[in-house]
Structures are given as C-alpha cells and as structure tokens.
C-alpha cells in the first residue's frame, strides 16, 4: 500500500485467489480498490501504470485485459518473467500474436511461442518417440 501524503509505501504479501491473480497492486484510498502495478509508479493524472502491460501494449500492439479469465484459449497468454517471478498477462489476438502462450525474453527482447511437448506414440524407458 502507498500512501502519497506520508510518502510511505507499506507492502504486504498474501495468497492469490479467483479474484486477484499473483501479482503486485496498488490500494487505490479513493475507491478503495487493488489496483495492478507496483508502488510508486504513478502518472500525472494519479492513476498506476504497469511498464510490463505498457510494453506489451506499446511495442508489441496488444491489447492486454485487466485480469486474465479462467479459460484462456481463445486469448494471447504472456508469461512475463522479471526479477525472479512470472508475471501473467492475457491480451486479445491480434495479426501478429495469434492465440497461444507466450514467454517474454528479456534477453531478446521478445515474445517467444511456448512449446509444447508433442504428444507420445510410444514411451520406452523414458524416451518419448513420436510418430
């Protein structure tokens, strides 16, 4: 929680739920809500920005939700890793990022579609062969 007219910032940690997803918020005193984003980002007009979602807006063209509905698949699923946590955005597909998973590279500086382990025909020893 930040609170701008002490300019103390307190942090808490808790488990996340069907409500809030993992994440950093921000207790917004006006209408008394979590809002996504770290402390101490805020824009002239107040309101808390997230440079990951303004990223992947910005660069990348997407159009990232507020939340991340329990069925994805019709969806563009970042997983945004930074400093040691993952980071989950859900955005609408667009020409370039067609539905699917995806990981943010920082090294690279761009999103990479998730593979997913083909499916086996047969399993010997451990060793999966694919047909």
Known sequence: MSFPESDQTYTYCANPNRFLAAGQYTYDMSTETLKPGRPGTQTAANQT???????????????????????????VVISYPEGGQSYRY???????????????????????PVKKPEACTVQVGGVCIVR
């Not at 370039?96 to 920082?106: D, L, M, R």
Request: hydrophobic share 25%; with cysteine; aromatic share 8%.
């Open 49 to 75: 920005t997230d440079t990951r979602q303004e990223k992947l807006e910005d660069e990348y063209g997407l159009n990232v939700l507020d939340t991340c509905p329990p069925a994805t698949n019709s969806l």
């Open 90 to 112: 859900c955005a609408d597909p667009n020409r370039v990022f067609p539905a699917g998973e995806y990981t943010y590279n920082a090294r690279t500086q761009s999103l990479e």
